[in-house]
């Protein structure tokens, strides 16, 4: 077992006692997080999180992913009891050098951290910047301060427990593809996203159309909601099966100001609203395929749909099953080993 971040050796260092909280975590090769995820995933029950490495722009006070850096993927598990801290620890060591010995991606060593109840849920926090996406795209973690250029489309974000907050690949690539699809055909959002801010205009495409209607499938955060607002779409319908990220949705519309033109509600698809000219699914390939029927259902003629989230060595099975359900696969783009598709449906 590693030594812990403060210099113990046992699981957790101090932790152990009521109220406590040990965090693991472990860098790794882009290419390996799933599995590393899935390990760490087996005993953490305060939830994992994924972490590129960045690089700093704007003198230090922003930053932007480098997929060349290796990712940090953290995982939180109680600590109260040191006998079930101690066995978790180890069985995390030991599926980490099985998966290590069949030697495909560099995998560091397990780190482990006490951290006090009190501080979890503030813990996270120093692990995420103010991030820019694209070319005009920025997150701005609530707790962080940006200095905002002209053009920026900035989204205050507060991720909570849900999942989505522009660190990962797939979050990263759907943001580009809304992006290039706003400057394509939408106009801007005209609500400024601070009270100081000026908000981004775009010349309007020579064959630019209304502003779209987008239904976000499997929301989280609501940041891919909220960044689909802000470049101009006409209205978002958001749909989790997590209450937790409707509810975090909800708050990050309302922090963003544009929560009027939202509705969020639990559930999955079909949606039961009319189609719409955008749909987003950030999901997993599996997801996809399965519901790639209802997906094309949610789109009107002339639609499209942004699909994220599917590792390299399924996008031929997502093709199929899209191509299937009568959409065309028109664009692709990727990160590392993540792959989204832009599709659409004919008019």
């Not at 905002?148 to 900035?154: F, H, K, N």
Request: a neutral charge.
């Amino acid at each position: 077992m590693t030594p812990s971040a403060d210099g113990s050796d046992a699981p957790g260092g101090r932790s152990g006692g009521a109220g406590a909280w040990l965090e693991l975590a472990v860098v790794t090769d882009s290419e390996a997080v799933e599995a590393v995820s899935e390990i760490l995933g087996r005993v953490a029950s305060g939830g994992t999180s994924v972490e590129p490495g960045f690089e700093l722009i704007d003198e230090g006070l922003g930053a932007q992913p480098d997929p060349a850096s290796p990712v940090t993927v953290r995982a939180y598990l109680p600590a109260r009891k040191a006998s079930v801290v101690t066995d978790a620890v180890a069985e995390v060591d030991r599926a980490l050098d099985h998966l290590r010995a069949f030697n495909l991606r560099p995998i560091g060593p397990l780190l482990t951290r006490a951290v006090n109840e009190a501080d979890w849920a503030e813990a996270w926090k120093e692990h995420f910047p103010v991030l820019r996406v694209g070319r005009r795209i920025v997150i701005r973690p609530t707790w962080r301060r940006h200095r905002r250029r002209a053009g920026d489309v900035v989204l205050a974000l507060d991720p909570g427990m849900a999942f989505g907050t522009g660190l990962h690949p797939t979050t990263r690539l759907c943001l580009q593809a809304l992006e290039d699809l706003a400057d394509r055909r939408w106009q801007a959002d005209p609500v400024p996203v601070e009270p100081d801010a000026t908000p981004a205009r775009l010349e309007t495409a020579p064959d630019a159309r209304p502003a779209p209607t987008v239904l976000d499938v499997g929301c989280g955060s609501g940041i891919l909601a909220v960044a689909a607002l802000r470049l101009g779409a006409a209205s978002v319908l958001g749909v989790d099966t997590d209450p937790i990220a409707v509810e975090s949705t909800l708050a990050n519309a309302r922090r963003n100001r544009v929560l009027r033109r939202l509705r969020v509600r639990a559930g999955s698809l079909p949606s039961g609203a009319p189609p719409h000219g955008v749909v987003v699914a950030n999901l997993i390939a599996s997801l996809l395929v399965r519901l790639a029927g209802e997906l094309a259902d949610e789109l009107r003629p002339g639609g499209t749909l942004i699909a994220s989230g599917i590792f390299i060595d399924r996008e031929a099975e997502v093709r199929g099953s899209f191509e299937a359900a009568g959409l065309r696969v028109r664009g692709r783009r990727a990160e590392g080993d993540w792959v989204a598709l832009e599709a659409g449906r004919p008019a």
